[in-house]
């Protein structure tokens, strides 16, 4: 009894015996009112608790050694696919070697015709169309003058037109149209050129890169280094038969840098802050797509300076499953192209981009024809398509969260019960002593 004695002093409910209690018809319909508010309001601190919303943040990219791919589909309706060669050059100017890639030229048809598809071709060395497995295997094709290539199928031989420009190339030599080499007669490659010359072509597909800052760029000829400088054998360019020659006249229907972000994870970064259209909502966008240029001049350049920036998307619950998934990309051979970057926890590792675009005749000169004439060009380079990257050194994470914590939302829950009670409570005593005082003053009156 001792015991019970001490608590019952600090019982700060004090309760009334029933006999002193006052059921109203106010009282109920207040009950109910207030009943009906808290489990509305209750719903709504459910909601919040499994509500997730979208966290961005900014935070230095501290990753080493990574790899980022490049997905590109472009359309040059005034260059044949013969004459295009795509290279990729990282930040020291050395091509890279042992670069994965799917990437294929598309013939089109003239523009006069409509500018269909012909066919596709995988860009690969070696093409089975371009073997000579149809020679006698003791037959050792000339290299006219230059030292065989070292990825010849015969050492010290040229047995196709292919190895004779890939040998041409690595001494630095112009190649030409190949009409006088034994090969190249025997492969047609002459008659197939010109045959080519009016069409136009696709470059499409993807290329896995290292992420540090470089180009790749399009241009026509085979490329070759000559001392630390990069060329392009332009023979072919220049002595085009086409009236007016070629143009790199061009649409860049499409060109990011990683994965695209699916429809449904758009949705998610679109209303993950309260359906305000913030600048989150447009990772999707690439600024380059349906970007159009046109030309008439062969001898014209086009350059775009693009801005990258790492950006994540971490789903609830990623950590739980990041350890093993971590392990499985470490090796970045292991996973095909196209499918990099995409993380079997969910998450997702992708670039936005910014871009600045410039173009300049080779043969110098300034704007004044577009209305800026104090812009200067210097003389010469190389016509095509250049696309010049930079990694930024900051990485933009979006991670989602949920909105409240479950104390959060136990918090809440006991604060709508509590405060609803309490102003019924109030609202109740109110309308009680409001008709205690009206009976009185009709007694009064009586």
């Known amino acids: 009894m001792a015991g019970k004695s001490r608590f019952t002093k600090l019982d700060a409910f004090t309760k009334t015996v029933e006999d002193a209690r006052i059921r109203t018809t106010s009282g109920g319909i207040v009950t109910i009112v207030s009943l ?26 501290k990753g080493r050694g990574e790899r980022m791919e490049i997905h590109l589909n472009i359309t040059f309706p005034k260059v044949p696919c013969e004459l295009l060669t795509l290279d990729v050059m990282d930040v020291s100017g ?12 598309i013939r089109l048809r003239p523009q006069s015709e409509g500018g269909g598809e012909i066919d596709a071709k995988v860009i690969a060395l ?6 000579a497995t149809h020679l006698d295997p003791s037959y050792c094709g000339p290299c006219y003058g230059a030292p065989a290539p070292y990825n010849a199928k015969k050492a010290g031989c040229c047995s196709t037109c292919e190895e004779i420009r890939e040998a041409y190339a690595q001494a630095s030599w112009a190649f030409g149209d190949g009409s006088t080499m034994e090969q190249c007669q025997r492969e047609h490659y002459t008659e197939r ?36 400088m ?45 359906g305000k259209n913030t600048l989150w909502t447009n990772h999707h966008l690439n600024p380059l797509d349906n970007t159009r ?40 051979s292991l996973v095909g192209l196209g499918a990099f970057g995409q993380g079997g926890d969910g998450s997702m590792e992708t670039h936005q981009y910014s871009v600045t675009s410039h173009k300049r005749s080779l043969a110098g000169g300034d704007d004044a024809k577009e209305g800026h004439g104090e812009r200067l060009h210097s003389r010469g380079g190389i016509p095509g398509v250049f696309f010049s990257y930079d990694i930024s050194p900051m990485k933009v994470v979006n991670r989602e969260e949920r909105a409240k914590s479950f104390v959060g939302f136990l918090a809440g829950l006991c604060a709508v019960v509590g405060g609803t009670l ?25």
């Open 230 to 274: 990069h060329v392009h054998d332009l023979a072919q360019w220049w002595n085009s038969p086409v009236p007016g020659g070629h143009s790199f006249s061009h649409v860049i229907h499409s060109l990011r840098f990683g994965p695209q972000l699916p429809d449904e994870l758009v949705k998610k970064l679109g209303v993950g802050n309260g």
């Open 36 to 61: 009906l508010v808290v489990l509305f309001l209750s719903w709504g601190e459910w909601r919040d608790y499994r509500k997730v919303t979208i966290h961005p943040e900014l935070v230095v990219d």
């Open 293 to 332: 240029q046109k030309t008439d001049d062969p001898n014209y350049n086009f350059m775009y300076f693009v801005k990258i920036v790492p950006t994540s998307y971490l789903p609830l619950g990623w950590e739980k499953k990041q350890a093993a998934a971590a392990q499985r990309e470490q090796d970045h």
């Open 94 to 105: 050395e091509q890279q070697h042992g670069v994965q890639h799917g990437v294929k030229k």
């Open 193 to 228: 050129l010109a045959e080519q010359r009016h069409e136009g072509c696709r470059i499409e597909g993807g290329l896995r890169v290292n992420k540090v800052v470089g180009n790749f760029h399009i241009a026509p000829g085979r490329s070759f280094s000559n001392g630390n």
């Open 126 to 131: 070696h093409a089975a169309d371009e073997s």
């Open 422 to 446: 309490t102003v019924a409570a109030a609202v109740d005593r109110g309308l009680f002593e409001g008709t205690v005082r009206l009976k009185k003053l009709r007694s009064k009156d009586n």
